[in-house]
Structure formats: C-alpha cells, structure tokens
C-alpha cells in the first residue's frame, strides 16, 4: 500500500492509534474489515496531505548564514532560562507543603496511625480528602519540574508529562481523568468483559489465546474462604468474575484511575457483591501493610507502568510468605506486528516502558519471587510466582 518498509510502520501505528482512540464508535461485525477500513482511509489522507505539502529543501541548497556556519541557532534557549524554569512556582511549594506527611515523607498508613494514635481508616480517609481538596482547588498548582513530587496532582505542564524518549508519564496519563482514562478505558473494558470480542481482538492485535486470562482468573475461585486477596490494577473489575457466589474472602480493588474504580464499583454492584474494598492507590506505593494478602492478581497492568520492576516489588511486599502473584503483561518480541503496536500505544502514553519475556522474569525474581509458570502466549506473557515462606 505504501511500497516504503519506513512508510508501512508509521501507517500500522497510525492506524492502530486510530482504532484505540476510536472503538467507541465500533459496531459489531468484522472486526478485520473494520480495521481495513481504518488503515485504506488513514493511508488516503496521508497522500493527500502530502500532495499539498509544500516542496521541502535540503539546508545544503540554502545559502550559508553566521548563524548555521557556526553550528548554531538563533532559537535556542539558554542553560540559565531552563534551569529557571525547572524550579517549582510558587503555588506548587504552596500546594505541596499542605500534603498530609504520608505523602511527603513517604510514611505508610499504618505508622501515621501509630504517631497520631488514630485509626487506620481514620488517617486514609483524611488523607483522601486532602487530596481531593487539592484536586479540585479553584487556583490549581502549575509544576514545570521535570519529575513532579506529588504523584497525584493535576499537571498540564507537557514538561512534567514528558520522559526520556518522548514518552509520557503513566502516572499522570492514568491517574486523571483524561481521554486516554475514559475512552481508552472504556474500549478495553468493552473488549475484555465479553469473551467473544475478546478472543478476535486478542489474536488480531497481539496473536494471543485470551482464554489463558480467563483460566487464570478463575484461581481466584479456588481460594478458602478467610483468604485476603489484593487485585492492582483492578481496572474495570474484570477479575471480579473470578469469584464464587458463595466465596468469603476479603477482596481489594486498587486502582490509580479514579474511572477505573468507578466501573470497577458498577461491575462489583452487577455481582452483587457489597463486601468488596475499593482504595485509589499508587501501585509502586501502595497503603497495605507487610504480609498482608494471601493472593494478587494484577492482569494488563505491568506494561502500563513506568517502572514495573518497582511495582513487582512493591507488590511482593505485600504478600504473605508463599502468597501467589497471578497476572500477566504485554511484551516485546513477540513479532514486529505486535511491537509495531507497542510502540504506536507508547507514543499516545497508555503504555510504559514495558519488557520482555526475559526482562518480565527478571522483575519476578529480583523481588524474591519464585516463579512457578510463565507462558507467553503471543505477546501477552502469563505469569505465577510465590514468595518466599
């Protein structure tokens, strides 16, 4: 279609960045034509585009000015300006000073609870409600630093939203409520939640079997009742679905994504389960106690993080001494058609760094799991591993 190798990928992650932004408006049917029809339409208007661009020059053929003879441009910034504007304004010192000290010093809810002799739920409810009035202050901070440090503000800045490589910051990406929250979102929980759109969508996009998600969920099933049981990212809820009607066990949703939660709280009322917890967290520090779950399951999260390695280790933190991890992630390696993907969902920031199959065991094992199975299955990798007893 496009008789250019270079060409061919940039027009797969177009296409694919089309499809993402745009399944809301997909009807049921031929998932592949659908997909046809986006990549033939995407592909018109780029040589259309083209065909109206103006002729393009090499600076070879411009005449030689001061500026470009000495290497130089008359555009750029200096060191002294950027480093000004690196420092925090004003208002986000302001902002940050008025943090609860769980945040700024890093201090699990627990040992705030034990200082000011306080409940737990005491301290995590005020410290969500601090941050919500911050959220939704009137004269909201405007950070320019390059790592802003606190995780959940609302930052427009695309300084702040930026890392190396062009790639922005997960924890912003998905925290707020943002397009690629709500609709993106919505999309894959739209997909995954119905097992017949699922397995197409799986194979076509990452050629994977999607019925080895589904058999790892129901592990869930399988636990006693009293057993503790911590799901992040919980997403919309899909693992939900892994319970049994009769199951008694202490379930947590975690989630950074304040949408997630809210459909992950709908998916839990459809079950008719009202004992399930919901708590807004940051995976890489989450407010759980040591040895506290018996069981996580943490399905398509991994690869979304900016650091998955941290947030393997934050969650074997949390695990109970032969406690299981059951989850899986996105990898590279697979094959071109699925890292093509990778890198067009990397360029909108719903992905992270990610790994692969390798890179995934590695995380595993330098948490001081042992891992017990891990089956790639296209480039989604499935994974079980237990801590140390």
Sequence with gaps: ????????????????????????????????????????????????????????????????????????????????????????????????????????????????????????????????????????????????????????????????RHESGGMADQRLIWGDRSVVDRIGGAAYDYAVEREWLARPSGLALWGTDTRVLYDSIRLIGDLPDGSAVLDVPCGGGLALRGLRSDQRVRYVAADISTDMLARARRRAADLGRDDIEFTEADIERMPFDDKEFDLCVSFSGLHCLPDPAAAVREITRCLKPGGRLVGDSVVRGAGLRQDLAIRAFRRVGVFGAGGTVDELRRWLTDAGLTVDRLHPSGAVAHFTATAAR
């Design 1 to 160: 279609m496009t008789r250019n190798s270079s060409d061919a990928e940039d027009l797969v992650q177009d296409q694919l960045i089309r499809a993402f932004t745009g399944f809301s408006g997909y009807q049921h049917g031929n998932l592949h034509a659908w997909l046809m029809t986006i990549m033939t339409n995407t592909a018109i208007n780029t040589h259309r585009s083209r065909q109206r661009r103006p002729t393009e020059v090499l600076t070879a053929d411009l005449p030689k000015s001061p500026t470009i003879r000495n290497g130089g441009s008359s555009h750029r910034r200096c060191p002294e300006k950027c480093l000004l504007e690196s420092v925090p304004s004003d208002r986000t010192l302001t902002a940050l000073r008025q943090l609860p000290k769980a945040d700024m010093e890093g201090l699990r809810y627990s040992k705030v609870a034990d200082i000011l002799g306080l409940p737990v739920g005491t301290v995590m409810s005020g410290i969500h409600r601090a941050r919500q009035r911050l959220r939704h202050s009137p004269h909201p901070p405007t950070c320019h630093a390059t790592q802003c440090a606190w995780s959940n503000c609302q930052v427009d800045s695309p300084t702040v």
